[in-house]
């Protein structure tokens, strides 16, 4: 690997790259694969997606796609039942976990042995840590002053997931208030609500387990 190109890797470690190795020539390339249009670029993009490095014959040319994404990262906001199931699924599929909720009872180790636990407003600590094209939002406290400041955030990042729990109805009274906020439509269709896949879920864990195959399908397709 050329240093030019490690250098930036180095500095783009925040976001999604692709670095395309030209097997005849030897020539590379760092792809951004969200934003080139190329049928390299096009490429670069199904393989980021996949999370798997691979070869692809483009115009006579063979080229070796070697995958560089940020970790995955999910980010539950409300630490109920739901949470706890959820939680330790998402690490066992190789995502970091970190749980936010301002009422301190809930968010405690014992609850969620191993993971990250913040304990303060979901907009004030995802304005100093951020979320990233690699990060999943999840809200769950069924409590508009927690969960909607939370959706704020999310909505105004580039998260490739944003997740709400509640009926429809809670769902609709949701999108009504962040519409008020300024919200269009394109964009509060991002979350996904009801959250989950209609699995007939009923149990924390069986409903866990539906939001991560959401999340799943959504991160690979």
Do not use: C
Not at 25 to 38: A, C, Q, R, V, W
Not at 149 to 163: H, K, N, R, T, W
Not at 189 to 208: D, K
């Amino acid at each position: 690997m050329k240093r030019a190109i490690l250098d930036a890797l180095t500095r783009s470690a925040a976001r999604p790259m692709i670095r395309a190795l030209d097997r005849g020539t030897g020539e590379e390339k760092l792809i951004d694969p969200f934003s080139d249009e190329t049928p390299l670029g096009l490429a670069a993009r199904a393989a980021a997606r996949t999370d798997v490095s691979s070869e692809i014959e483009i115009d006579g040319r063979t080229w070796f796609l070697e995958v560089h994404n940020p970790p995955l990262e999910l980010v539950l906001v409300g630490a109920v039942h739901i949470a706890q199931p959820l939680a330790q699924m998402a690490r066992l599929a190789g995502y970091g976990v970190r749980v936010i909720d301002p009422r301190a009872a809930f968010a405690t180790p014992a609850r969620f042995p191993g993971v990250a636990l913040d304990q303060g407003w979901p907009d004030e600590i995802l304005g100093k840590s951020p979320l990233g094209s690699r990060s999943a939002l999840v809200v769950l406290a069924h409590d508009p002053k927690i969960d909607d400041p939370a959706l704020e955030a999310a909505l105004a990042s580039p998260a490739f997931y944003i997740g709400a729990l509640g009926s429809k109805k809670t769902h609709a009274a949701r999108l009504e208030r962040l519409s008020d906020r300024g919200f269009d439509g394109p964009a509060l269709a991002r979350i996904r609500g009801p959250v989950g896949l209609a699995i007939g879920a009923r149990s924390p864990a069986e409903i866990a387990l539906s939001i991560l195959a959401q999340m799943t399908q959504t991160l690979r397709t």
